[in-house]
Structures are given as C-alpha cells and as structure tokens.
C-alpha cells in the first residue's frame, strides 16, 4: 500500500496485461464496419476449393482433350474395318462365282472354250489373287492367312486346269474331276469367312469408344463441384457472385453440353451403321456368294446326277434365312424376288433328262446372274453408305469435341481466377 500526498491510502494494482494484435482487413466502401480475420478458416477453405477444382477441371479437360482424339481415330479406323471385311467377303464371293463359272463352262466345253467362257473363268480366279494381295497389304496381320488361301486356291486352280484338259479330249473324267475338286475351296472359303468376321468385330469395338461418356459424365461432376464451390463461397465471404466461378460453370455448362452432342454423333453413327447399311452390305455380298455356290451346286449335279440335290438344299436353305435378315424392307423384297425368279428355273430342269446340261446354260443361268448380280451392286452401295456416314461423323465430332476442350480449359482458369481474387482479400 502507498498513501498519497493528501493522506489518502491506496491498494496496489493488477500488472496490466500486454496489449493484444488483431488484424484488420479494410472493408470496401460502403462497409459500416471493418471485418476481423484473424483465426477465420475461410482462406483455408478457399483454398482447398481451389485445388479440388483444379484436379476436376484438369480431369474433364483431359478427358475431353481424349474423348476428341480417340474416337475420331476409331471412326477413321472403323471405316477402315469395314472395307477390309467387304474385301475379304468380295474376294470370298469372287472366288465362288469363278467355280460357278468353271461349272457352266464344263457343261458344254467346246463351246465354253470357243465363246471365250473358259477365259472369263480365269480372268476371275485372277481377280481373287489381286484381292487377297490388297488385303494382306491393307491387314499384315492376316498376310499368313492369306497366304494360305492363296496357296489352297493355286491348288484348286490346277485340279480344275487338268480336268479342263481332260474335258477338251472328250474323256468323261474330265468333268468328274472337276466334281471332285470341288472340296478344295471348302477351306479358303472358310478361311476368308472368318477372317471376315474377325474384321467386323473390330468395328465399333475397344476402349476409345467409352471415353466419350466418361468425358461427359466428368463434365457434370465438373458442374455440382463449381455449383457446391460458388455456394459455399458465397455463404463463407456474404458474396453472392463471384464472376470468376459464374463465368467458369458457364464454360463448363458449355463445354459438357458439347462432349455430350460430340459423344452423341459418334454413338448414334455407329448404331445406325451397324444396324442398316453395314447389316445389308455384309448380307447382300454373303447372299452374292450362296448364289454363287448354289449355281455351282446345281452344275455338278447336272454333271453326276447320283451326287443328288442334298447341297444344293442346304445352300437354298442358308440363301432363304439370310434374304429374310436383310434390315432393308426394299432390298429384302427385290432380291426374294430374283432369287424366286431362279429357284422357280432351277425347279424346271430335270437333272437326267437329255437337254438337262443345255438348260443349266440358260434357263436357271439368267436368273442366278440377274440375282448375283444385284446382290453384288447391293453391297457395294451399302458399304459405301457405311464408311461415308462414319466419315460424316469425324468431321462432325471433331470439331464440337474442340470446342469442348477449350471451354473446359477456360473454365479452368476462370475458376483459378475467381477464387484466387477473393483469397487475395485475406492475405
């Protein structure tokens, strides 16, 4: 205790405590108040918002940047698929019609040889090797495949070459040994069958078909986390718009709406191909060659009645459910038609009756032809439907998926920007 110059005693004082900091953030103008942040936890979430956008934005950029590239390059490659697997059934379709040729042309061999039919038959069987040679350049992988076709065919092509010989002598064994060589196509025409196959299945397959989806569905993921971030934003700093996330959700509603139509015409190109016009190519040049083989059925019969009609039934029969598949109402009704037209000739010709060789030049040729011959401009029209509808598509989709990766890298920075100037407030 002390007293004081007039008497008065005094009690002793508390230390006083050290005056406290506290940082002050001046308020723009028009606050009534400053605002104190000091412990706030708002530049952390800010922040944290931040990089969340940052790595989902980056993931839809990057995604988009793939859903552009990736299925471009497998419509090109499709299209590519397609050709290939039309050559393979042409060159199959080629080769049956070169049988049915040598079979019309043993009918009668003199005349054949005379009128320049054998020639013909030759001609073809040359067009299947020229096939098979473009084939194995487009498709290495199938170069030793193909060249065991090549190599099964150079076989039936000499077995034929010596009956022919036979049959300009006059011997019987001549056209018996062409019956015979008849089983020699039996394994390339398998053989190209499924390589055929193997060539459709490509198309429309492997992963660079589901990236377009997953780059729209990151671009709504894009959109709740910009949507969530402006919400709480706003909610933390008492802010309602922040231009920099406005613009950004903007850009990426712009840049989702876009993969999603770019997604969409890759999709929709390949369901309407695969289920009309590539559909009708690959049956109408499969129709082309059962024609074929049919005809060459029949010859042989024609040729040794004891073989019967058990081979020729089994191919009309195939002939009759692949016309019934074809998507095409018109073509469907066209070719059942020609192929009626054939099988109402074939039902006329008696196999042991004298004339029977002379109507298997005419009478079920012209038809057969007729139906071949259509079947063939069928296919060729509808393959190339195909390839230019999914052509159509590359250059429709490529340039909305560009669009869509550059919106969504805008998007980017201004969400970067936006927040980045509201945490400057706080530093």
Not at 43 to 66: D, E, K, M, Q, S
Not at 181 to 205: F, H, I
Not at 252 to 265: E, P, Y
Request: no cysteine; net charge neutral.
């Amino acid at each position: 205790m002390s007293t004081t110059p007039t008497g008065t005693t005094t009690a002793p004082q508390a230390p006083t405590a050290p005056p406290t900091s506290t940082t002050v953030v001046p308020t723009r103008t028009g606050s009534t108040a400053p605002v104190l942040v000091h412990n706030t936890p708002t530049p952390r979430l800010i922040r944290g918002l931040r990089n969340a956008l940052v790595i989902v934005l980056l993931l839809f950029a990057g995604l988009t940047l793939f859903a552009t590239a990736a299925p471009e390059m497998a419509l090109g490659s499709s299209a590519a698929d397609i050709s290939l697997g039309q050559q393979l059934r042409g060159a199959r379709a080629t080769l049956a019609e070169a049988d049915r040729k040598a079979s019309v042309a043993f009918l009668a061999p003199a005349t054949a040889s005379a009128n320049g039919e054998w020639t013909d038959y030759q001609s073809t069987i040359d067009q299947v090797s020229g096939m098979l040679l473009k084939a194995a350049a487009d498709h290495p992988d199938d170069a030793d495949e193909l060249a065991t076709v090549q190599t099964q065919i150079s076989d039936y092509r000499r077995s034929v070459d010596a009956a022919w010989t036979l049959a300009g002598t006059g011997s019987a064994a001549g056209p018996s040994q062409f019956v015979s060589a008849g089983t020699k196509l039996d394994a390339p025409l398998q053989t190209l069958a499924t390589l055929a196959q193997e060539s459709d299945s490509r198309v429309g397959t492997g992963p660079s078909w589901h990236i377009g989806p997953w780059a729209v569905a990151a671009g709504w993921i894009a959109v709740a986390s910009l949507v969530l971030s402006s919400f709480l934003v706003a909610r933390r700093t008492h802010r309602v718009l922040n231009i920099g996330l406005s613009a950004g959700l903007l850009l990426v509603l712009g840049a989702a709406a876009l993969a999603a139509q770019a997604n969409a015409v890759v999709q929709d190109s390949m369901t309407a191909v695969t289920t009309t016009s590539l559909a009708s190519a690959r049956i109408n040049v499969d129709t082309q060659t059962t024609a074929e083989q049919t005809k060459a059925a029949e010859d042989r019969t024609l040729l040794q009645p004891a073989l019967g009609t058990a081979s020729w039934t089994t191919l009309n029969t195939s002939m009759t459910a692949m016309l019934a598949s074809l998507p095409d109402v018109g073509e469907k009704s066209y070719q059942t038609s020609l192929w009626t037209a054939y099988t109402t000739a074939r039902a006329s010709v008696t196999p042991t009756a004298e004339n029977a060789k002379t109507q298997g030049r005419t009478t079920t040729l012209t038809p057969l032809v007729a139906f071949s011959t259509s079947a063939k401009g069928l296919a060729g029209t509808d393959a190339s439907v195909a390839t230019t509808t999914l052509t159509t598509a590359q250059r429709t989709q490529l340039p909305l998926g560009i669009a869509a990766s550059v919106a969504a890298v805008l998007a980017l920075f201004s969400a970067v920007w936006g927040l980045s100037r509201r945490l400057a407030e706080y530093v």
